[in-house]
């Protein structure tokens, strides 16, 4: 069905090339033979062909071996009962049609037989070889927490035990390692200068079904807040109508001339044409600093930030400016704290240059150097401002603040703290046992939460003890407690438990 399917948008593609190509031929007497349309198709024909033949070399295939404690495996059809209808119900397969899940999880195949105990999961998806000497670039969420890489190449030579040199979990970008020489090496291109409308072809193993060539367009690019109504400077998917399906994760999309344009990385409603890709001048970077270091460095200031437009009271405050980005909180040891900016600052530029969204900040601010000086054009109290600072290198407390989803339920309490409903994608991003509970997302300084040692990432159980589920039910049970005698929480920390008692003694 899905073939066929492909073989009609093919068809209606090179028909609608045809007649745009050559309007003028298709008279009652015109032969195809003769008038020059059938060699058109049949150059189009050998121009993806010599893509088959020659970009598919530097394609590999990445079997995953993981080991999977105490959960369930995902079943292969999960989400797709094969008529073409979500089985879930849901727009966004995120997980396969499992409860929560990364939006990455069910873009690479994964089999294995279903049992509660510990077991091995083999995971399939795919890479591009980006040097000869063994470098892959692919997903990070294909490797990650792999305990085995296993990378075949199109001319059948195995690689056991490869090796991941670096992972980003930001841009879902890693490289991994094999021990070869002179391996057929990737075209890269320049995603700068793609286009909407331009022919778009994926290569990869969707379903185990190694080197499948699909082709569509270019649908879109720029694209950000798939999963979200946020945006981030690490998101700037190319769009595409080509078909990808789990396990063309980490492999290529090219042009019509084999360059590689983007990296294959995820999917929004299986069947229904729509893909992402990371651009190849993204991924290029980061892979080269995840080869070089090891890592990627990241220039950051240490704020947390909104849209003007997500902020009503300071929007009626600010009545003159439609645009800007509020500082809406300033981490603690960061060069913001160091500086004379201040919570609900509007930010309206960047060494003279207009930001109007926090991904248009994110993106000056990424493009500068750790320790690079910068001034900001601020709106306070309806005057401008300037505001200068040094950029430092991005460390994992502000990677934690960055990475929490505020379209999640969040509750602010007078004790100084944040927390958000516990859900699998943030136990992922915390790194703590997935259980019922709340996680602290933001500790306030000097506030009793503070001054009783309370951190990101500890997850509140129970109020009094009495369990709590939401972010809801920890508002509820706080808001019953006598402020006098102080709130009695239980918390997981560091894989133990353990308990505090916050007083407002103000």
């Known amino acids: 069905m899905k073939t066929l399917e492909l073989q009609r948008r093919l068809g209606v593609a090179v028909l609608a090339f045809l007649l745009i190509a050559c309007p003028g ?223 063309n994760s980490g492999g290529p999309l090219c042009d019509i001339e084999g360059h590689v344009i983007g990296i294959n990385t995820l999917i929004r409603g299986m069947n229904r044409g729509i893909g992402f890709a990371i651009p190849i001048n993204m991924a290029r970077d980061i892979a080269d600093q995840l080869i070089g270091k090891g890592k990627v460095v990241r220039a950051a200031i240490g704020i947390t930030i909104e849209p003007l437009s997500d902020n009503k009271e300071l929007q009626e405050r600010s009545k003159d400016l439609r645009d800007g980005v509020v500082v809406k909180r300033i981490g603690p040891n960061t060069p913001a704290a160091s500086s004379e900016l201040e919570p609900a600052d509007i930010i309206v530029g960047v060494d003279g240059v207009p930001v109007k969204s926090p991904k248009e900040l994110q993106t000056q601010i990424l493009h500068k150097q750790v320790g690079d000086k910068v001034v900001l054009d601020v709106i306070r109290d309806g005057k401008p401002i300037k505001v200068a600072l040094k950029t430092a290198e991005m460390t994992a407390d502000w990677l934690v603040a960055a990475r929490v989803n505020p379209g999640e339920s969040q509750v602010e309490t007078t004790l100084g703290l944040t927390v958000q409903t516990l859900t699998k994608d943030l136990a992922k991003q915390f790194d703590v046992p997935e259980t019922r509970g709340v996680v602290v997302t933001d500790v306030v300084d000097g506030s009793p939460a503070a001054e009783n040692g309370l951190q990101h990432g500890d997850v509140i159980t129970e109020v009094e003890r009495t369990p709590v589920a939401t972010a809801e039910d920890f508002k509820a049970a706080v808001a019953k407690t006598d402020d006098k005698k102080g709130v009695l929480l239980y918390l997981k920390r560091d894989g133990g438990s353990t308990f505090t008692v916050l007083k407002d003694n103000k």
Do not use: C
């Not at 094969?82 to 049609?97: T, W």
């Not at 998806?125 to 892959?136: A, M, N, Q, T």
């Open 25 to 247: 031929s298709w008279g009652k007497d015109a032969s195809p033979s003769t008038d020059g349309n059938l060699e058109i198709a049949r150059k189009l024909e050998s121009a993806f062909e010599k893509v088959a033949d020659q970009a598919s070399e530097s394609v590999v295939v990445i079997t995953v071996t993981q080991r999977i404690v105490g959960q369930a495996d995902a079943d292969d059809d999960n989400g797709d009962n094969g008529d073409g209808n979500d089985n879930n119900n849901n727009n966004n397969d995120r997980g396969g049609g499992q409860n929560g899940g990364s939006p990455f999880e069910y873009f690479f195949h994964r089999h294995g037989t279903t049992a509660p105990q510990p077991h091995d999961v083999d995971s399939e998806g795919s890479g591009v070889i980006i040097r000869k000497d063994g470098y892959i670039l692919t997903n990070n969420h294909v490797v990650d927490h792999a305990t085995k890489i296993t990378v075949r190449l199109q001319d059948g030579r195995v690689f056991e035990n490869a090796r991941i040199v670096g992972q980003d979990e930001m841009t879902d970008v890693a490289v991994v390692k094999v021990d070869g020489k002179d391996l057929p090496v990737a075209q890269l291109g320049d995603s700068s200068k793609i286009r909407v409308g331009q022919w778009a072809i994926a290569i990869g193993a969707p379903f185990e079904l190694d080197y499948t060539f699909t082709v569509g367009f270019v649908s879109a690019k720029g694209r950000s807040a798939i999963w979200s109504s946020s945006s981030s400077a690490y998101e700037d998917y190319i769009q595409t109508d080509a078909a990808i399906n789990p396990g």
